[in-house]
């Protein structure tokens, strides 16, 4: 690999001679890869490694992430269709950890897409309380959606906005704010060959303005007791940690969290960065990419603060919701009734679920209206794809158990027989895992997976 010849006088600069020759050498290694088990598709995590059928290795930093041999290719597997897993880079995973997301809270990822990070805060949050997913380029927007779709997020907003807008209308809102932030990208050389064609001094200073820009849009929606992470892909100390004293010489209300022992990290290879408390992912010394993170707490009592500017979108006429009241109560038990009393949103003849309280502010771009329904036509309901990839095998009155072979055929977009007298919609489920809609008439269920979605796995 040709590394640009400025980049390498500037990390000369950064590693300890007694390092330099491994840390050179490990762009020339074979990368790791990796994969997250998904909370969100109602199986236990002991259950899902028993059928997962890759050579799996835990990633000792991340909970729900493993190893695995880039030769199985578990990209082409209908687990991974059905949002079974999410594959992510290895060292990305720390980034979460340190976050900490619980369920309940309001959490933003502030640059989202395309959405590695953002599926994994969903997991962590298990459908309750409230995840704004926001990507400032409308095309990576709408691939984040997507992707927040396929692991089954229910609780899940996605915009499309510059982060001083939301600043002016989400003053002191959020309990948590990742800020993955747009980088110069040194540490993913070794995965995308673009990074080093696009790489210069000119971006990394750039980069570095734009990161502190961002960081002081996100300082003023985090409320008082809350956690900031910022995190890079970056080795420049520039973007990093010259980033970040900014940021502190700016924001004194502001304080890092040592984590890395506290969590134990060091044992696993992650280092400490030149500022205390922050942490360092170098190639040469763990199974993974170059990271940079640091967890901020914001001083004060963690307590709900009013957001102004704020205010609901037309709610969805008593006519359409009736049609979707009477599908829901048909397709689902009374006790995962109770799971969508929240608000419910229309944008023409489109119906969209929202976390009970939450409100957009006019004016905003939004590329998922929280969970999509369906649709109400000719006064009757078709409901949204959206809607059978979240559901659990409990919540359905009348789910059906597909092979693997079946599994296949029906992402293929092929219809189903079974030995069943039943009408209506159904959910279809693959080792206890949602795979989404059909339509059962005269024992064939009619295919309803998207066409765009459809798949030849063979």
Same mark, same amino acid.
């Given at each position: 690999m040709t ?6 006088e500037? +990390?000369r600069?950064?590693? =300890? ?7 050179l050498?490990? #762009?020339?290694e074979?990368r ?10 109602g ?8 059928? +997962? =059928?890759?050579? %799996? ?13 880039d ?5 082409? !597997?209908?687990l !991974? ?19 900490d997301?619980? =369920?309940?809270e309001?959490?933003?990822?502030l640059?989202a897409a395309?959405?590695?990070k ?6 962590r949050?298990l ?7 926001n ?10 959606a997507?992707? /927040? ?5 229910r609780?899940?907003v996605?915009?499309?906005e510059? @982060?001083?807008? %939301? ?5 002191g809102?959020?309990?948590?704010i990742?800020?993955?932030? @747009?980088?110069?990208?040194?540490? +993913?050389f070794?995965k ?6 696009e790489?210069?001094?000119? $971006?990394?200073?750039?980069c &570095? ?13 985090l ?19 010259e ?6 010489d700016?924001?004194?209300?502001? !304080? ?12 696993f290879g ?9 942490v360092?992912?170098?190639p &040469?010394k /763990?199974?993974g ?5 640091v ?7 963690n307590?709900? /603060? ?9 709610a ?10 009477? #599908? ?9 009734l ?23 502010p ?11 329904l369906?649709?109400?036509k000719k ?5 949204n794809h ?12 009348? =789910? ?15 219809s ?8 209506g ?7 206890? +895992? ?9 024992g064939?269920?009619? $295919? &309803? ?8 796995l063979?």
């Open positions: 590394l640009p010849q400025d980049f390498i500037d +990390m600069q950064i590693m =300890p001679p007694s390092e330099w020759e491994a840390f050498s490990s #762009f020339e074979e790791s890869f990796g994969l997250r088990f998904n909370p969100l598709k199986i236990s995590q002991e259950n899902w490694k028993e059928i +997962m =059928p890759f050579s %799996l290795e835990p990633v000792p930093w991340s909970r729900e992430g493993y190893f695995y041999q030769e199985e290719r578990p990209g082409k !597997h209908v !991974h269709e059905m949002g079974a897993y999410y594959i992510q880079e290895p060292s990305a995973m720390i980034v979460t950890e340190l976050l997301p619980k =369920p309940g309001k959490i933003l990822d640059c395309p959405g590695g953002s599926t994994q805060i969903a997991g949050m459908g309750k309380g409230l995840l704004v997913s990507e400032i380029h409308p095309q990576r927007a709408k691939i984040l997507q992707n /927040l779709e396929r692991v089954g997020a609780n899940a996605v915009v499309n510059a @982060p001083e807008k %939301l600043a002016r209308v989400y003053g809102y959020f309990d948590r990742l800020v993955d932030a @747009p980088c110069s990208g040194e540490g +993913m070794r995308e060959e673009s990074a080093i064609i790489w210069s001094r000119d $971006n990394v200073k750039m &570095h303005e734009r990161q502190i820009e961002i960081l002081n849009q996100a300082a003023g929606m409320k008082p007791g809350g956690r900031l992470v910022y995190a890079t892909c970056t080795f420049a100390r520039e973007e990093d940690e980033t970040i004293k900014a940021f502190l700016a924001h004194p209300e502001f !304080h890092i969290e040592p984590v890395l022992k506290k969590f134990g990290y060091d044992r992650v280092s400490e960065g030149s500022i205390p408390g922050t360092r992912m170098w &040469h /763990l199974k990419e170059g990271h940079f993170a967890a901020l707490t914001k001083e004060g009592e307590a709900s /603060l009013p957001s102004t500017g704020l205010s609901l979108l037309a969805a006429k008593q006519e359409k919701t009736k049609e979707l009241s009477k #599908f829901l109560e048909e397709l689902l038990t009374e006790e995962a109770s799971e969508f009393k929240g608000a419910l949103y229309q944008n023409g003849e489109y119906i969209a679920f929202l976390p009970a309280g939450f409100m957009i006019k004016g905003i771009r939004l590329i998922r209206f929280g969970l999509p369906g649709e109400v006064n009757r309901f078709e409901p959206s809607l059978a990839i979240c559901l659990k095998k409990e919540e359905c009155k009348n =789910p059906i158990d597909l092979t693997y072979e079946e599994t296949k055929r029906f992402l293929a977009g092929e189903i027989q079974v030995a069943s007298e039943k009408k919609y159904v959910v279809l489920f693959y080792q206890g +895992m949602s795979v989404g809609f059909g339509k059962l008439s005269g064939i269920i009619k $295919n &309803h997976y998207p066409k765009g979605l459809r798949v030849n063979d």
